[in-house]
């Protein structure tokens, strides 16, 4: 029985070393500087890129030129929760039995962009900074500065904001808002924005759609839709065309989960250029009566006269 079992031991020693063996064969016929083949090995495609290369050339170039216009908001406030845990001895000494829990600060983040360079002007959405005892703007050249409000609108959902004065404006830039009147259904945009705080990121997409009212989002809207991604941390960013001119600010998104499901809304840029104009020369904001108007069909004179959009009807 040792025998056998010696015999075993042997022939399973004998085994692993033939294997070894053949392996080292087969690595020493190996060619020694194997590599993969380049990157410029050709394919078999036979397809014309052309039209895809110079749109990836397009992005890129709209990258590179906006980027410096954009900022990273984030704020800080004090929130009083109010009434905690109850203190049971506190009722021996004649109190409600309530302990008063300390204010706690919150922190938030959102997307900006410059409007006006030298003024130090920024837009962003209302809901970013609402409520804010301190306003951060970090700018494209790595830099941070205090923001200061100069008006906000929570109808509109739109804010500018303006950085303390003196800041270095090295190698940044400032957006120009387009005529959001002539965006249609199927234009090509990017978003642009620091969702889930990465900064300087940048989606692609299209316009789904025009005209999208209030959404449940603003008392007074008139949104666009694109499937270009935004994530919490893109609102207030833009929304910008093929000669990169801002056609919308990204303001809200529809998701069951929380995150992006190509379902996203932004403020047309014709109402932002009214509604900031307002902010920045402290006018009064867009006003609303609570009256609406029963009639089979919106006619394009009351469309215009309402400043509804092409699809409300």
Request: aromatic content about 10%; hydrophobic content about 40%; glycine content about 12%.
């Amino acid at each position: 029985m040792i025998y056998i079992l010696k015999t075993k031991f042997f022939m399973k020693r004998l085994l692993c070393l033939s294997w070894v063996c053949v392996a080292s064969f087969a690595w020493a016929k190996s060619p020694v500087n194997y590599s993969l083949p380049s990157a410029d090995t050709p394919t078999k495609l036979n397809t014309d890129l052309s039209y895809f290369k110079k749109l990836a050339e397009e992005s890129k170039a709209l990258a590179k030129a906006s980027s410096p216009a954009l900022v990273f908001v984030s704020i800080s406030k004090e929130v009083d929760f109010g009434m905690g845990m109850i203190d049971p001895f506190d009722l021996f000494r004649g109190g409600r039995g309530y302990r008063r829990r300390p204010p706690q600060k919150q922190e938030g983040m959102g997307s900006g962009y410059f409007i006006d360079l030298e003024r130090g002007y920024v837009l962003t959405n209302n809901h970013v900074i609402d409520g804010a005892d301190e306003i951060t703007l970090k700018v494209a050249n790595g830099k941070s500065y205090s923001g200061k409000v100069v008006g906000t609108d929570p109808n509109t959902d739109i804010a500018v904001v303006q950085v303390e004065e003196g800041f270095d404006k090295t190698g940044l830039s400032s957006f120009i808002l387009a005529d959001s009147s002539k965006v249609e259904k199927g234009e090509f945009v990017w978003g642009m924005g620091a969702p889930f705080g990465l900064e300087g990121s940048l989606s692609f997409g299209i316009i789904s759609e025009i005209g999208r009212g209030s959404m449940a989002i603003t008392t007074y809207g008139d949104f666009l839709q694109t499937d270009a991604s935004i994530n919490p941390g893109n609102s207030g960013g833009p929304l910008i065309n093929v000669e990169g001119k801002v056609v919308g600010m990204n303001t809200a998104i529809f998701s069951k989960s929380g995150g992006d499901m190509g379902i996203g809304f932004a403020v047309p840029s014709n109402l932002v250029r009214r509604v900031a104009n307002n902010l920045i020369n402290g006018k009064s904001q867009l006003g609303y009566i609570g009256v609406f108007f029963h009639s089979k069909e919106i006619d394009d004179n009351m469309r215009s006269a309402l400043g509804l959009g092409k699809n409300v009807k």
